[in-house]
């Protein structure tokens, strides 16, 4: 039995921050309060610091298997450790795509292999997926299924591309909302989530246009894109009973379709980014292609938007998106670049930072903890610091600064969206199940990552 004892640090617990003790038995919260140390017990001295539940990021792209020269499972989670992310949930546009209990199983043993934070997997919607392939997903562990509305898929390749030649014979047609109303009763069925990408792919073809500039990319995908397809999607899933769950929303039309689907019986979550949050169209000049991705960055307006949807409650978790590219194609010109940015490592600290900001920094842990564990069905073993939840924890110096530079990055592409901000807060160790993956800077030198799988209580 191993015992460890967190020393007077401000906890974030399900009630609110509390002056406490935290007693960790075999990687497990045990209890929280004024603690007594038992012999052998690790001393853990945290005074005047900050102990917060890991987060969870529940949008990531390992791009493994697929694109090792952009990012792999060791980089993508020793990202999320220095970070202060204990899991993260993958995305399944990896190569091959994971639409299917085979490809996920072959992943999952890839990813063990490597993960210094625990980890989740979606699986693929393909349009022609069947009810028996979500089911052998949902078997094989998947969290929920993603639907990358307009993004077609290549069969040859095995792989569901951002943009695609029209005629070529390889391609199936993206999924679309025949597609979601056609399998929502499924996935209502086994109690998992739908998550979507969000961008109609009829308003994107009429405003398509070549990228000169960055209005251009606000003209050729424009807010409506992301309205009409949240409030298409939700039409498409209402009656069946599915949980709908909007990956980064980024617009204040697109947070308006929600409230309006939500208002009319919708089981919905809503998801929003860092980059949507503390970024516009007027950092471009300054951050060029690192800031360009899809959906696009908007304006000041958006982003104020998004930080009242978020103090509202109708905005529940905060996730990164984390996309990398490598650094050459990243420096392309804005026709070229690819879109996707790095953030795992960023997500906890400008999430406090902007709590602080917005006039309650413990509304962070919701955001990046226990609203993105309720989501992935992880509910009752993390997101909490709670009596029986895994000992995943970050110790944070309220009172040291953090400023995010491409030297500092542990992914694999060393600039992202939020290059060069710099926050009040500062990580100084994280433990996943009461071991710590993070010390001061330096990382330990063995993965100790484990899949996780949904539970049984469902948002
Ligand atoms: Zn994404």
Redesign the pocket.
């Known amino acids: 039995m191993t015992e460890l004892l967190f020393r007077g640090a401000t906890v974030f617990t399900p009630l609110g921050p509390t002056r406490a003790d935290v007693r960790v038995t075999d990687g497990v919260v045990a209890h929280i309060g004024s603690v007594d140390p038992v012999k052998g017990a690790t001393v853990v001295d945290v005074r005047g610091m900050y102990l917060l539940p890991g987060a969870i990021d529940v ?1 990531v ?1 390992s791009r493994d298997p697929g694109f090792p020269d952009k990012e792999d499972f060791g980089t993508l989670t020793a990202a999320a450790a220095a970070g202060g992310v204990t899991t993260v949930v993958d ?1 399944p546009n990896t190569v091959p795509a994971v639409d299917s209990a085979g490809v996920l199983e072959a992943k999952a043993a890839l990813a063990r292999s490597k993960a210094r934070v625990d980890f989740g997997l979606w699986g693929l919607v393909r349009a022609s997926s069947t009810s028996d392939q979500l089911i052998g997903l949902a078997e094989a562990g998947a969290v929920g299924f993603k639907a990358y509305l307009g993004y077609a898929y290549s069969l040859r390749r095995k792989q569901v591309l951002y943009s695609a030649e029209t005629g070529d014979l390889d391609l199936e047609a993206p999924p679309d909302y025949g597609t979601l109303a056609r399998l929502a009763p499924v996935m209502a069925e086994l109690g998992l989530p739908l998550a979507i ?1 969000a961008e109609d792919p009829a308003v994107l073809n009429t405003f398509r246009r070549p990228y000169e500039t960055y209005p251009d990319v606000l003209a050729g995908q424009p807010p409506e894109a992301e309205a009409v397809a949240i409030s298409a999607a939700a039409a498409a899933v209402r009656q069946s009973g599915a949980h709908l769950h909007v ?2 929303v980024s617009s204040a039309l697109g947070l308006a379709a929600a409230e309006d689907a939500i208002a009319a019986g919708s089981s919905m979550s809503l998801e929003t980014c860092p980059q949507f949050l503390w970024r516009s169209d007027a950092d471009f000049p300054r951050l060029g292609t690192w800031m360009k991705m899809n959906p696009p960055v908007k304006t000041l307006r958006d982003q104020a938007a998004l930080r009242d949807g978020l103090v509202r409650g109708v905005i529940s978790v905060v996730a990164s ?1 984390h ?1 990398p590219h490598t650094d050459a194609e990243k420096a392309r010109d804005l026709e070229h670049a690819p879109p ?1 940015s790095p953030g795992v490592q960023t997500l906890l600290l400008s999430s406090l930072e902007l709590a602080h900001r917005l006039g309650d920094v413990w509304m962070a842990p919701k955001w990046v903890s226990e609203a993105p564990a309720a989501l992935a069905g992880l509910g009752e073993s993390k997101g909490r610091i709670s009596p029986g939840f895994d000992a995943d924890l970050v110790v944070v110096a309220p009172d040291r600064m953090t400023t995010f530079t491409p030297g500092s990055m542990r992914s694999r592409q060393k600039h992202g969206a939020l290059n060069g901000m710099t926050v009040g807060f500062a990580i100084e160790a994280v433990y996943l199940r009461g071991v710590p993956i993070f010390d001061h800077g330096r990382l330990a030198r063995k993965a100790t990552g484990r899949m996780v799988r949904p539970g049984p209580a469902r948002p």
Do not use: F, K, L, S
């Open positions: 949008h792209h995305m990408h990956a980064h998106d996309a996707g």
